[in-house]
């Protein structure tokens, strides 16, 4: 299987941003890509109030133009991340759309993990404040092999990702607009203790550059196998990356390194309980 990272810049130019979304995929398609992944809020990145009006129903008219994208060039399309309208009054969801082959729809991510943090003088964030968090774990099959969905900042939370892996996961998908402070110390030790832990391969797009009012991105997107290798990272700036997964590989890691399987749940269970005991 051949997936692409696809690395943007989006701004409060929501039609521009779309516009280079597609082209981005376009050339994925013309590199022979099976899969190509777009990053966190490709739709839109810039004030909040801007992202609340950008929001859409699914389907709507940002979900349709990937839908008949992944249709137009026959390619599986993982369409990031977009806001889609939520029933909370003044809040989005931050909701990843994977399309097949055929320009259908197959699985929908809304965001667990909401992003609100304060780094004193670096990152000042409430993800919270507008968007509306998912609870749904997603899982879906892509041509045989079963893919795990999650979104930026659920990066650091790994109990989702062993969830999806004793769900059947093989591939891990991350959108993201991982910021360019945090960024550059996390990203790649993140992603790749994610996929050394649950044995699979990890694929993340990432947005680049700056961003209205004050916001910076890491970019970096990359796509790192089982064993933790960085296969392929997209340079700086608008772009993409490319790599083959090799199914054999993971399958022969998790017969010789057995991690996954080794796991005694009974006792992490015990513990669990007792804390509620307590």
């Not at 809304?110 to 964030?125: P, Q, W, Y």
């Not at 993409?240 to 006792?267: G, H, T, W, Y």
């Amino acid at each position: 299987m051949r997936v692409a990272v696809l690395q943007t810049n989006s701004r409060h130019f929501k039609d521009e941003n779309i516009r280079v979304a597609l082209e981005l995929v376009e050339r994925a398609a013309a590199a022979g890509a099976d899969v190509a992944v777009l990053p966190e809020c490709v739709d839109y990145m810039g004030p909040k109030e801007g992202g609340l009006a950008a929001a859409e129903p699914i389907p709507g008219p940002t979900s349709e133009a990937f839908a008949a994208k992944a249709r137009e060039l026959g390619i599986w399309l993982l369409a990031g991340s977009i806001r889609e309208v939520s029933e909370d009054p003044g809040h989005t969801y931050n909701t990843s759309l994977l399309f097949n082959r055929q320009g259908e729809l197959v699985a929908k991510y809304r965001k667990i993990h909401l992003f609100d943090v304060e780094i004193t003088g670096n990152v000042s964030a409430q993800e919270s404040a507008t968007v509306s968090p998912g609870n749904e774990i997603v899982t879906a099959e892509i041509e045989g092999h079963t893919v795990g969905l999650a979104i930026c900042y659920d990066l650091r939370f790994p109990e989702l990702f062993r969830a999806l892996t004793l769900r059947g996961a093989e591939i891990l998908f991350l959108p993201a607009a991982f910021t360019l402070f945090t960024g550059k110390d996390h990203w790649e030790i993140l992603i790749r203790a994610r996929a050394i832990e649950n044995q699979c391969f990890f694929v993340a797009a990432n947005q680049t550059g700056k961003y209205e009012p004050d916001g910076a991105n890491y970019g970096r997107s990359m796509i790192v196998d089982p064993w933790g290798t960085v296969l392929a990272t997209a340079p700086d700036g608008i772009g993409m990356a490319i790599a083959d997964l090799d199914f054999e590989q993971l399958k022969r890691i998790r017969r010789e390194l057995p991690s996954v399987a080794n796991r005694r749940p009974e006792v992490y269970a015990r513990e669990a309980q007792a804390a509620v005991a307590d």
